[in-house]
C-alpha cells in the first residue's frame, strides 16, 4: 500500500503494539488482520499529513478504508493475471529484482515467511552475521524503491526467487532448523497451498509444476514420520501404509505435467527433486527402492544446481546402490567443505556409513559430534541415540 518497505515495516509494528495494549482489555476483534491492516494505514495517513504531504497516495489508501470490501467484490476473479492470494503477493513484492538472488530469498523468508535469521543461516550453510548483514543490506537497497506488485511482464523476472522462498519455507516445515520439534507441519502446508495458487498463475512453467510436485510427494510421508511422542520416525522405520496415497497421486500427476512441458528441454532442478521423492514412494520398502535411478537423478541435480548438501544427498544414494564404502568415499571428499562444517548433516551421515561398515568407535565419535552440532532437540536425541547404540553414552545420560 505504502510502496516503501522499511515505512510499512514500521507501520505494521506499530499495528502490532496497538493491538498489544487494546486486545488485553477490549478484546480480539472479529478479523484480527482486518484490524491490523486498518491501524496501520490510519497510521501511515497520520504519518503523511505530519509530514504535510496530503498528496494522491493519502487519498488513496483513505478511500481504501472505506471501499475495501466492496472492491474485493467487485475485483475480478477470472483475471489470470492478478495475484488475488496477499500471501503470493507479499511474496512477490519481496522478491524485488533490484536485490541479489540470496538477498530476495533471505528478506523474504524473514519478512513474509517468518522465519528467524538463525534458521535461514542454517538453510544457506552461512553464519548468522552474514544472513543478518545481507537482510540489513537489502532493506536499505529498497530505500526509494517502489515496492508494490509487479506487472505480469515482470512475474517471470521474479518467479525464480518466489519459488526459492517457497521451497525453502517448506523445507523448514519439513525438518525445522531449531526448537524442540522435528517438523512444523503449518509451514509446509502453507508452502504446498501458495504454490497450488502459482500454478494457476504460471501453467506454462515446468518448474512451478514440478515444485508442487516435489512438495506433494514429501508431504504425503508426513502422516507416518512422527511417533506417538512426537519423535521422529525415520524413512526406514516408517510404516508406509499411512503415507498419503492422494497426495502422491497429486504430486505424480504434477510431474507428469512438469515433464509434458519442458518436453526436450529436459528436467530442472525441482523436477529431478521430485523424481527422487516419486522413487522413494512407489518402493514399498528401503531394500526395494530403485536406488539406481536416484544415483542418476542426483548425478542430474549436481550438475544442474552443485552443492554439498546434493553431493551429500548423492553420497547417501550411491551407499545404497553400491555400499556404504563407495559413500564413506563421497563424504569424505566433502570433509574440507566449509559450508558443511556449520551443520550436523555430514557427521551425522558419516556415522551411518561408518556404523555400516562396522567401524563402531569412529561412528560413535561422528554420531557425538553431530548431536553437538544439531540445533533441533528432536534430532538432536535421534543422533545421540545412535551414538549409544554404537557404543556411547546412552541418551538419557546427556
Not at 286 to 309: F, H, K, N, Q
Request: with cysteine.
Amino acid at each position: 500500500m505504502t510502496g516503501d518497505f522499511a515505512f510499512a515495516e514500521d507501520l505494521a509494528q506499530d499495528a502490532l503494539a496497538a493491538a498489544l495494549e487494546q486486545w488485553p482489555a477490549e478484546g480480539v476483534p472479529r478479523h484480527p488482520g482486518a484490524w491490523l491492516t486498518a491501524v496501520a494505514k490510519r497510521r501511515a495517513i497520520d504519518q503523511w499529513r505530519r509530514r504535510e504531504r496530503q498528496d494522491a497516495r493519502v487519498a488513496v489508501i483513505a478511500h481504501d478504508l472505506e471501499e475495501e470490501q466492496r472492491l474485493a467484490v467487485d475485483a475480478d476473479p477470472s483475471d489470470p493475471d492478478e495475484i488475488h492470494d496477499d500471501m503470493l503477493r507479499l511474496v512477490f513484492i519481496a522478491c524485488h529484482p533490484v536485490l541479489a538472488r540470496e538477498a530476495r530469498v533471505a528478506l523474504t523468508l524473514r519478512v513474509v515467511g517468518g522465519l528467524t535469521s538463525e534458521e535461514i543461516a542454517r538453510m544457506f550453510l552461512q553464519p548468522v552475521a552474514t544472513v543478518q548483514q545481507r537482510i540489513v543490506r537489502a532493506k536499505k537497497q529498497l530505500a526509494g524503491v517502489p515496492f508494490e506488485v509487479p506487472p505480469r511482464e515482470e512475474f517471470d523476472e521474479r518467479l525464480g526467487g518466489v519459488l526459492g522462498v517457497l521451497y525453502l519455507v517448506f523445507t523448514e516445515g519439513h525438518t525445522a532448523t531449531a526448537g524442540d520439534d522435528w517438523m512444523r507441519p503449518e509451514l509446509s502446508f502453507e508452502a504446498v497451498r501458495l504454490a497450488r495458487v502459482l500454478v494457476g498463475l504460471a501453467p506454462r512453467e515446468p518448474e512451478v509444476h514440478a515444485l508442487l510436485a516435489l512438495m506433494e510427494l514429501t508431504a504425503a510421508r508426513f502422516p507416518a514420520r512422527l511417533g506417538a511422542d512426537g519423535e521422529p520416525v525415520l524413512l526406514a522405520e516408517q510404516d508406509r501404509r499411512r503415507w498419503d496415497r492422494a497426495a502422491i497421486r497429486r504430486g505424480r500427476a504434477s510431474l507428469a505435467r512438469a515433464q509434458e512441458i519442458a518436453g526436450d528441454r529436459g528436467l530442472g532442478p525441482y523436477a529431478l527433486q521430485a523424481a527422487i521423492a516419486e522413487q522413494h514412494d512407489l518402493a514399498t520398502s528401503v531394500e526395494a527402492t530403485d536406488w539406481a535411478r536416484i544415483v542418476a537423478a542426483y548425478d542430474g541435480l549436481a550438475a544442474l544446481a552443485p552443492s554439498p548438501v546434493i553431493e551429500l544427498n548423492r553420497a547417501v544414494a550411491v551407499s545404497m546402490a553400491e555400499g556404504p564404502a563407495a559413500g564413506l568415499a563421497i563424504v569424505d571428499g566433502l570433509a574440507g567443505e566449509k559450508r558443511l562444517a556449520v551443520t550436523h548433516l555430514l557427521p551425522s551421515v558419516r556415522g551411518e556409513l561408518l556404523a555400516r561398515l562396522g567401524r563402531d568407535e569412529e561412528a560413535h565419535a561422528e554420531f557425538e559430534r553431530a548431536a553437538g552440532l544439531a540445533r533441533n532437540a528432536r534430532e538432536r536425541a535421534v543422533l545421540l541415540a545412535k551414538a549409544a547404540a554404537t557404543g556411547g553414552r546412552r541418551p538419557a545420560d546427556a
